[in-house]
């Protein structure tokens, strides 16, 4: 059975950090390309970085830009995001997904066939 599993949310102080996992089991992540999305509540879900499965080329929103590092460890069958500076605004439910790829990533949640379960990232004082 294909399935990831998101880890690493929790509650932080604004400007704090938190690194979320994105594991794999029943597949190998190293043909997949990986997206990071999120839905706050009463939100649309919104993609936030993505990465691709070739040559590890990424992609991030501007709203996370500068402070978000996607990166992957096949070895591993995982995939990290490092999220710095956090803002209130970065609530959310995170949620990594994985779609076969040849050298094609993308941030439209549509292209995406497998999805995690998320996990809760709160950001507050």
């Known amino acids: 059975q294909l399935q990831l599993v998101e880890s690493g949310g929790g509650l932080v102080q604004p400007g704090g950090s938190l690194r979320l996992s994105c594991a794999a089991s029943?597949?190998?992540?190293?043909?997949?390309?990986i997206g990071w999305f999120r839905q706050a509540p009463g939100k649309e879900r919104e993609g936030v970085s993505c990465?691709?499965?070739?040559?590890?080329?990424?992609y991030y929103a501007d709203s996370v830009k500068g402070r978000f590092t996607i990166s992957r460890d096949n070895a591993k069958n995982t995939v990290y995001l490092q999220m710095n500076s956090l803002k209130p605004e970065d609530t959310a439910v995170y949620y990594c997904?994985?779609?076969?790829?040849?050298?094609?990533?993308?941030?439209?949640?549509?292209?995406?066939?497998?999805w995690g379960q998320g996990t809760q990232v709160t950001v507050a004082s």
């Open positions: 997904a994985a779609q076969r790829s040849g050298s094609y990533y993308s941030l439209d949640p549509r292209w995406y066939r497998y």
């Open positions: 029943g597949f190998t992540l190293v043909y997949y390309a």
């Open positions: 990465i691709s499965r070739d040559d590890g080329s990424t």
